[in-house]
C-alpha cells in the first residue's frame, strides 16, 4: 500500500509537470479556438456530428489505433471465442514492444483481463500485441481483422498496419472514423469496466508489479467522462477521442494533431462543454412503453400488446422547437400464430417530413393459433 500511494503521488507530478494537467479541473476554451489539426463532437445515440473540424482528413492517430483492438478483444469475449481468464503465452516480440508499454515477460503467461486492462488504461503496445498475436497468431492476420471491422463500421478514412498505432508510412485515420470506433465501444459495458480505472497494479507471474495510470485524464477531471483513448507521436501530435455522459445524453469529443498534451485535454472538455450546453436528447420511442394493443386474428386471447423492439432518441438544440413527428405503420389486427420478437409493423419517426428512422414492432409473447377445442369453447361462449 505504501508503494502504491507512493507510486500515486509521484505520477500526479509527473502528470502536472511534463502533461500540462493539473489535478484540479481542466480549463476549456471555446470551440471557435480549436487549435488541433482535426476535430470533431458526435451525438452518440443519433451518430450526428455537432461540430468538426477537417474531421476526414487522412493522418496518423498515434494510439487511438488501439480503439480497434480493444473493440475485437471484447467482441470476440462477448461471443465466447475468448474468455477473460484465459492465459496468453506471451512471445519475445510482443515483450519487445517500444513505447508505452507494462513490461510484460516474455515466455509466461498472463490473462486476458490482465492484457486488455493494460491496452485500456495504460496503452500497452507489449499488451496490445499479446492480445493480437492470441487471436490470430500474428499482428498480420490480426490488422487483416482490424481493416475489415473497420469498412464494417463505416470508417472510410481508415487503413490500419498494426494494432499500436506506433508509426508506420501506410497507416492512417480521421477524427471522424475514430468517433465511430469509440461510439461503437462505448456500447459495450465490458469496456466501461476498465476504462474507468485510474490507477491499478498489474501483477506479473513473477510477482513483481507494474502501475498501471490512465492516460486518459478526463475520467478524473471532466464530469462524466468514462472511457477514451490518448494517442502521442512526433508524426501524429497529441491526440485524443473520449467519451461522457451526462442525465440521458452522451457525447463522443475527438481532437487529433494537438500541439500538446494540455492542449488536447482543454480541447476535447471544450467540445463537451459546447454540447451538454447546446444540445439535448429528447426521448422519441421507448422499448419500456406500450404503444397500442390490437386485436388478435385467430388466436387464443384476444388482444396483445405492441412494443418497439429499440429506443430511439433524437439531438436537439435547447430552445429551439422539436419538429420530429412519430407515426405508426400497423396492422388492424395481429394474425396468429407469432412469435415473441417477430416484427408486425413499424414505427416511423420523420423530421420535417423526412423519414430518419424505422423500428420494428413486435410482441413480448408467443401468440398460438387457436385451436379446435378453442373455436368450440368460443362458440360456447357467445351461445
Not at 494537438?258 to 492542449?263: E, G, H, L
Not at 412494443?307 to 395481429?334: H, I, M, Q, R, W
Amino acid at each position: 500500500m505504501k508503494r502504491f500511494f507512493i507510486f500515486s503521488i509521484i505520477s500526479a507530478i509527473i502528470l502536472s509537470t511534463c502533461c500540462g494537467i493539473m489535478p484540479i479541473t481542466v480549463q476549456a476554451a471555446a470551440v471557435e479556438d480549436i487549435s488541433s489539426k482535426s476535430a470533431l463532437l458526435m451525438d452518440y445515440a443519433s451518430g450526428e456530428v455537432l461540430f468538426e473540424k477537417n474531421s476526414h482528413d487522412k493522418v496518423p492517430v498515434a494510439s487511438m489505433v488501439k480503439m480497434m483492438t480493444i473493440l475485437l478483444t471484447i467482441e470476440r469475449i462477448e461471443d465466447g471465442e475468448l474468455s477473460l481468464d484465459e492465459m496468453i503465452y506471451t512471445s519475445e516480440n510482443a515483450a519487445g514492444m517500444g513505447g508505452s508499454q507494462v513490461f510484460i515477460d516474455p515466455f509466461v503467461e498472463y490473462s486476458v483481463e490482465d492484457m486488455l486492462k493494460s491496452v485500456i488504461v495504460a496503452s500497452a503496445n507489449d499488451a496490445s500485441v499479446a492480445l493480437a498475436e492470441h487471436i490470430c497468431g500474428n499482428e498480420e492476420a490480426f490488422v487483416k481483422i482490424m481493416n475489415k471491422r473497420a469498412k464494417e463500421l463505416g470508417m472510410q478514412d481508415t487503413n490500419y498496419v498494426n494494432c499500436t498505432g506506433l508509426p508506420a508510412p501506410e497507416q492512417y485515420s480521421s477524427a471522424y472514423d475514430s468517433a465511430l470506433v469509440l461510439k461503437e465501444l462505448a456500447s459495450h459495458d465490458l469496456y466501461h469496466k476498465y476504462s474507468t480505472i485510474w490507477m491499478q497494479d498489474l501483477i506479473h507471474p513473477s510477482g513483481r508489479k507494474t502501475g498501471l495510470v490512465n492516460t486518459n485524464r478526463l475520467i478524473r477531471y471532466y464530469q462524466g467522462c468514462d472511457g477514451g483513448k490518448t494517442g502521442s507521436t512526433n508524426e501524429a501530435g497529441c491526440c485524443l477521442a473520449a467519451s461522457a455522459k451526462r442525465a440521458d445524453m452522451r457525447l463522443i469529443s475527438v481532437v487529433v494533431g494537438a500541439k500538446d498534451s494540455k492542449t488536447r485535454f482543454n480541447e476535447c472538455s471544450s467540445l463537451f462543454n459546447y454540447g451538454f450546453a447546446n444540445f439535448e436528447n429528447v426521448r422519441l420511442v421507448s422499448t419500456q412503453n406500450e404503444l397500442v394493443r390490437l386485436p388478435v386474428s385467430k388466436g387464443r386471447v384476444k388482444e396483445v400488446s405492441l412494443f418497439a423492439c429499440e429506443d430511439y432518441s433524437a439531438l436537439v438544440k435547447k430552445g429551439e422547437e422539436n419538429d420530429f413527428e412519430v407515426t405508426y405503420s400497423l396492422p388492424n389486427a395481429v394474425k396468429a400464430p407469432v412469435k415473441a420478437g417477430q416484427s408486425v409493423g413499424k414505427v416511423v419517426v420523420s423530421k420535417s417530413g423526412v423519414v430518419v428512422k424505422e423500428i420494428d414492432v413486435a410482441t413480448c409473447e408467443d401468440l398460438k393459433s387457436m385451436t379446435y377445442f378453442d373455436a368450440l369453447k368460443k362458440i360456447g361462449e357467445i351461445w
